[in-house]
């Protein structure tokens, strides 16, 4: 199945990293849980039906509340289309993180993934970054018993390059299904990387260039995680981990923006900021992770503002959040 045709209605995908309670603990209860169903049920009121998980989120616990969510409604499974990463190891062996995508690692994560989700298949599984020792053949060994078992219906990556993609790919029975990268107006490195080709400042972007080209020519989805930025340009006055006095002034002039442009559309600023991804034609679906009903809610006139965005506003937006013309 082409990620270009998913079995899904909308193209905003929800993460649930910020479910099942805090970090740390292996523990959730019924209150976690009720939690979760709200959330998915906001969401599911403006027509998501794509669900992110990884293995880490949460120590297990996001995916662990969310299959009792699944568990209490009958047939809800199947309405629902569930992704999630593998490959990150947090804790373990001595050491506070490490990358694993090995075959053994694969599998056996993929397991307990099946088991916290209380299903029997995901619908894509995510590479969830690269791992240095990885080996392509294996894991694409790996990756075929997977599918031909129906284990999963799809394979992709997240944090890849392009390179790296069609190193994975040669060895890969169906194609990349996905890479998910951190895309947003706050971190245009994605932007940059192709309006600074052939430009001095391109030096200082880290967006490994073409690889939006390399997704389009293969029919890869690009999913972008932290699409909002963290609410710095909806509402949130503290970046996150800083204090109010670390706004740049690009931070502040793209947020007034952002609000006159909702305002004009009748619309939020959550749907400015999402509508500003998805106008470009890589046709970005932005993974939104708020875990406030309120504010997934006010995502729903995304789409409605990329299909509406002229291509002065989008560049006023991107201006705005560079603190400079573009060159």
């Not at 616990?61 to 499974?77: H, M």
């Not at 078992?149 to 169906?174: K, W, Y």
């Amino acid at each position: 199945m082409s990620a270009r045709e998913p079995a899904s209605r909308s193209r905003l995908v929800y993460g649930c990293m910020g479910l099942g309670g805090p970090w740390g603990s292996s523990h959730y209860g019924p209150a976690e849980v009720d939690h979760a169903a709200a959330v998915i049920e906001a969401a599911r009121s403006i027509g998501i039906d794509r669900f992110d998980h990884a293995d880490i989120y949460r120590g297990g616990t996001s995916e662990s509340v969310f299959g009792e969510v699944i568990a209490r409604s009958a047939g809800l499974r199947g309405q629902l289309w569930i992704q999630s990463k593998v490959g990150i190891r947090l804790g373990e062996d001595g050491l506070d993180a490490y990358y694993d995508l090995s075959a053994a690692a694969i599998r056996s994560r993929v397991e307990g993934i099946l088991a916290r989700l209380r299903t029997d298949y995901l619908d894509l599984l995510l590479l969830h970054r690269p791992d240095p020792l990885l080996d392509p053949a294996e894991v694409g060994a790996a990756v075929v018993r997977l599918l031909e078992e129906g284990t999963i219906r799809a394979i992709g990556v997240s944090n890849f390059s392009a390179a790296q993609m069609q190193a994975l790919a040669d060895h890969l029975p169906v194609p990349l299904a996905a890479n998910q990268l951190e895309l947003s107006l706050g971190r245009p490195d994605f932007i940059e990387s192709g309006i600074l080709v052939n430009h001095p400042g391109g030096a200082a972007v880290s967006f490994p260039h073409g690889t939006l080209e390399h997704c389009a020519r293969t029919g890869a989805e690009v999913q972008a995680w932290s699409p909002l930025a963290g609410g710095r340009f909806t509402g949130r006055t503290t970046p996150p981990g800083g204090s109010p006095d670390d706004r740049t002034r690009a931070d502040l002039a793209t947020a007034d923006l952002v609000r006159r442009m909702a305002e004009e559309r009748d619309t939020t600023p959550e749907a400015v900021v999402l509508g500003w991804l998805m106008r470009h034609p890589a046709r970005i679906a932005p993974v939104i992770g708020s875990a406030t009903p309120e504010r997934i809610r006010a995502c729903a006139g995304a789409e409605d503002v990329a299909q509406s965005m002229s291509r002065p506003e989008w560049y006023a937006l991107l201006t705005a959040a560079r603190g400079r013309r573009v060159p």
